[in-house]
């Protein structure tokens, strides 16, 4: 199915595309849709190009010997859309796998494509900038909170980075519903979903927030940053 | 102080690939700036002062959360610093720190910006340096999940040992050039921990501490282990 002007304009990497330049995109981008839980790529893979997320969420991890796994980042259409930008120039192999964790529609551009159109239109290579600027300060930020933090700080930080993007105000306090189970939740913060479940009580019996499954009500998120 | 010649340019591998005429601009444009042992180059979250090479000394690129610090890399001669600003037009995303008496390339933030977008091959060098860096990264956040703080002792030995280990009869020998709190930054740790893993390393017979020098008497245990 070819890809609309206003479908790729609804990625944010995209929005400030001329035209034309979006034409070009169109005639090389290919949609391709996973189930749940298929793997879209693995670790080890050659960089076979990029990859923009624009329905679902397809998450990045890796996996140790042990086969623990570590989730890297979760990518949405609104946040880290993009995968596939770390291995695009060296040509080197994808250094984690990522998964499908809803069922996803996948917009795929070949890696020699992307590279010619990067070379010629500004629009593409900028593009290009952004999404590595984006990756690299989101992982600086995260192996900051692996190497300086414990578990709970880090949990406090993505409670809070969760609330900025869908946080209602109510009477009680901020509201939010986790879309991810406490064992992504874990893997998400490099812990245990033990840890996970002890921070959680650590954090109501401060009576900073009321957590139900995975409904949570931020009480004060002025102590909650005071906490970090 | 004197702006540099061409063939230097030529000779840092992150410039290797530019052509004579890019070069002769590029050189149009570089300083170079002396900075004292600890003087803070730029901090993160400031915005960009400018593109900054290596020219001779030791560099360390710092995050700090609070009152705590990581030490994300030592960068040396050639290579270049914080790149991201010119990718996004965001502040700059680590601190950098003179380790000794340092000088840099420098080049004013606008200058840079402008040649690095108006000289494709510049701008395909920057793309391929923060992809490599953004590699590195992937690997450190899982190395601080899987690994515990003796695996990536053994791990940072390691690195240490490729980049700088002079090979003797008993093993491979590293000078000491890091302080024990910046080698327990590199692992992200806290000093007293990192300590405690490289004297039991010792009391295992994989290394020898000595006052100026660690020496790796089983690269292969240490490889293992890591």
Known sequence: MPVSAEDLRSIFLFAQFEDSELDLVREIITTRDYPAGALV?????????????????????????????????????????????????????????????????????????????????????RLLARVLANHSRYLM?????????????????L????????????ERGIELDLDVSQNLLASLLGTTPQMIAQDFARLERAQVLDARGKHIVILSIARLKRMI | MRSPTTKELKSIPFLAHLRATELETLARAIETRAFANRQIIFREGSPCSGLYIVKVGQVKLIQTRKDKEQLLAIVRAGDPLDLIPFLDSGPH???????????????????????????????????????ARLRTLATLASDLVFKDVTARVCKILLEQAQAEGMPRRDGICLKRTLS??????????????????????EEEGVVRIERNQITLLDVERLAAMA
Not at chain 1, 141 to 157: F, K, M, N, Q, V
Not at chain 2, 113 to 122: F, S
Request: glycine letters at 6%.
């Open chain 2, 180 to 201: 024990r709190q910046e080698f327990a930054s590199l692992i992200g740790t806290a000093r007293e921990v990192a300590w405690r893993s490289l004297k039991k390393l």
């Open chain 1, 41 to 125: 790529f693995s670790q080890d893979d050659r960089s076979p190009g990029l990859w923009f997320v624009r329905r679902g969420r397809v998450r990045l991890y890796r996996v140790a010997p042990s086969g623990r796994e570590f989730t890297l980042c979760i990518a949405r259409l609104y946040k880290l859309p993009c995968l596939g930008a770390c291995p695009l120039f060296d040509g080197e192999r994808c250094p984690a796998n990522a998964q499908a964790l809803d069922d996803v529609t996948i917009y795929f551009i070949a890696r020699q494509r992307a590279l010619e159109i990067a070379a010629q239109y500004e629009g593409m290579a």
């Open chain 1, 141 to 157: 930020r995260l192996t900051s909170g692996l190497a300086l933090h414990c578990s709970t700080p880090r949990l406090i930080d």
């Open chain 1, 159 to 170: 409670l809070l980075t969760y609330a900025q993007e869908r946080g209602r105000a109510t």
């Open chain 2, 93 to 131: 995303s680590f601190s950098a720190q003179a380790r000794g008496a340092v000088t840099l390339y420098f080049i004013p933030p606008e200058t840079a910006r402008d040649l690095i977008w108006g000289t494709p091959a510049l701008l395909s060098v920057v793309l391929n340096t923060v992809g």
